[in-house]
């Protein structure tokens, strides 16, 4: 076997990240028969109902693409909708990156425009004076 196929058979997948809040994914995509699976467990599994057609989203846009391929998506930290979140953005931009197309970014896009870029929101922090992040003490002048 040539040097350049032996470092090509010792890379293994590509990797793509997703985030959203403090979710983190990770999402490694490979030639196969259309499995996605997250954490380890197939993806129609995956529990809440709601989280799940949150994370097939990017799936169902790329439509009879899925046939081609196998998504393994690590997930971790935030709640469930935050790393449906993650998942979801990891999983798009693996599937544009393997077609190399405009046609897939733009209905990726079209779709959810949070996917392959990102949501920037995130929770304010905490600051003194008070419980949270805007609430503070009240005041009586009584």
């Known amino acids: 076997m040539p040097a350049t196929q032996k470092a090509a058979a010792k890379k293994g997948p590509k990797l793509y990240s997703g985030a959203r809040k403090t979710a983190r994914a990770t999402?490694?995509?490979?030639?196969?028969?259309?499995?996605?699976?997250?954490?380890?467990?197939?993806?129609?599994?995956?529990e809440p109902e709601v989280a799940r057609l949150h994370l097939l989203g990017p799936v169902s846009v790329v439509g009879?693409?899925?046939e081609k391929?196998?998504?393994d998506v690590n997930v971790s930290g935030g709640g469930f909708m935050g790393q449906a979140d993650a998942a979801a953005m990891a999983i798009a931009r693996a599937?544009?990156?393997?077609?190399?197309g405009?046609?897939?970014?733009?209905?990726?896009?079209?779709?959810?425009?949070?996917?392959l870029s990102g949501d920037p929101r995130q929770?304010?922090?905490?600051?003194?004076g008070g419980p949270g992040a805007r609430r503070k003490r009240q005041k009586s002048y009584r």
């Not at 599937?95 to 190399?100: A, C, K, L, P, S």
């Open 102 to 115: 405009s046609e897939v970014r733009d209905r990726m896009n079209a779709f959810n425009k949070y996917l």
């Open 64 to 66: 009879e693409l899925r």
């Open 95 to 100: 599937f544009v990156d393997q077609v190399r």
């Open 27 to 46: 999402a490694a995509i490979r030639q196969g028969g259309g499995r996605i699976r997250v954490n380890g467990t197939p993806v129609e599994l995956w």
């Open 69 to 71: 391929y196998d998504v």
């Open 123 to 128: 929770a304010e922090p905490k600051k003194f």
